[in-house]
């Protein structure tokens, strides 16, 4: 991956957000121009900075650099769910991910 990869999926995300690069500029706490200098390839984020984008955008680090499977927002909000609970919790909801798994496999391997 290079420069021109984050510049460009930089600007596909907050396309799909229909934000202007002034706006996220100024929601980003930087000046009018900043999103834009990133665009054009005059400058790149810091780690800090990219950081704070994805948090705008809401999506992860991963979900940033990973443009072959996109995450489902419900699936995001579980993941965030599973993190919150207690071990003992977790133990109780695996039997039925495990299932659930095994259902989706068993029909994947019953289609024609």
Do not use: H
């Amino acid at each position: 991956m290079d420069e021109q990869f984050v510049r460009n999926r930089i600007t596909e995300l907050r396309l799909k957000k229909d934000i202007s690069e002034y706006q996220m500029s100024l929601d980003l706490g930087k000046n009018k121009s900043y999103i834009q200098g990133i665009s054009s390839g005059r400058s790149m984020p810091s780690m800090k900075q990219f950081f704070e984008i994805c948090d705008y955008l809401e999506i992860t680090p991963i979900e940033f650099f990973n443009t072959e499977k996109k995450e489902q927002p419900l699936l995001r909000e579980a993941n965030a769910l599973l993190k919150d609970l207690t071990t003992e919790d977790i133990e109780a909801v695996f039997p039925i991910l495990l299932l659930l798994r095994k259902k989706a496999n068993d029909q994947k391997g019953a289609e024609p």
